[in-house]
């Protein structure tokens, strides 16, 4: 069965400093995978997501992931966090035909002035 | 633009009473789901949809039913609700295939007293 774990419930970094969240999954086969954002009583938007081919994958508003196969792990990453950025972030892993995705637990991101 | 509505937005529920919690999508996509998210357990999948008349039970299908009368539509059912069943719930539409963006609504807040 497919799973995510998302190691850390909440994350607190000063605004301008780097930011790593943690997402390791559990897929046989290819995995498709994502990070979405939850801005207060909202629905989640999606940041980016990886298909089979480059590691690195870029998306909104300056947040990357980087696919490791041997980690089993993707990581998103974000170079200098600004306020705006205070949110809950998930990590998804999808079957070939999208039927069915899962959800990491969330990682709830604190912004420190 | 891509929009998945859901309706209402709150209701409060007495037990033993029947809730339905209703999504529309205007995406003309296959893929429907209907997910709870609980602090600690992140979004967990209650039911998905293939297409209109399919329904399929997710990961924590015990106490729901769904509904899928058409592409557009997808009710989620409580017959019998239960203080265990408060949380937020949230409908998303997705296309069938590798990895494609799915949408989501800006959820329902069920409390069952």
């Known amino acids: 069965a497919q799973s995510v774990t998302q190691p850390d419930a909440r994350v607190t970094v000063s605004e301008g400093a780097s930011l790593q969240l943690r997402c390791k999954y559990s897929y046989f086969g290819t995995p498709y995978l994502f990070w979405y954002v939850q801005y207060p009583r909202q629905g989640l938007q999606l940041l980016l997501k990886?298909?089979?081919?480059?590691?690195v994958v870029q998306g909104v508003n300056g947040f990357e992931a980087e696919f490791s196969k041997s980690n089993s792990s993707f990581h998103l990453r974000k170079a200098s966090v600004h306020w705006s950025d205070w949110a809950v972030y998930f990590c998804?892993?999808?079957?070939?035909?999208?039927?069915?995705?899962?959800f990491g637990a969330g990682t709830k991101l604190t912004i420190k002035p | 633009e891509a929009a998945v509505t859901q309706s209402p937005r709150n209701k409060v529920a007495v037990t033993g009473g029947k809730v339905t919690l209703s999504c529309n999508q205007t995406?003309?996509?296959?893929?429907m789901y209907w997910y709870r998210q609980d602090t600690g357990h992140g979004l967990r999948l209650i039911h998905y949809s293939y297409g209109a008349g399919s329904t399929e039970k997710g990961d924590i299908p015990d106490g729901y039913k769904a509904s899928r009368p058409s592409q557009e539509n997808f009710s989620l059912i409580l017959e019998l609700a239960t203080p265990s069943q408060t949380s937020v719930y949230f409908c998303?539409?997705?296309?069938?295939?590798?990895?494609?963006?799915?949408?989501f609504g800006k959820g329902t807040r069920l409390t069952v007293v």
């Open positions: 990886y298909y089979p081919g480059d590691p």
């Open positions: 998804a892993v999808s079957n070939y035909g999208n039927e069915k995705i899962t």
């Open positions: 995406n003309n996509h296959n893929n």
């Open positions: 998303a539409s997705g296309d069938r295939g590798r990895g494609t963006e799915v949408f």
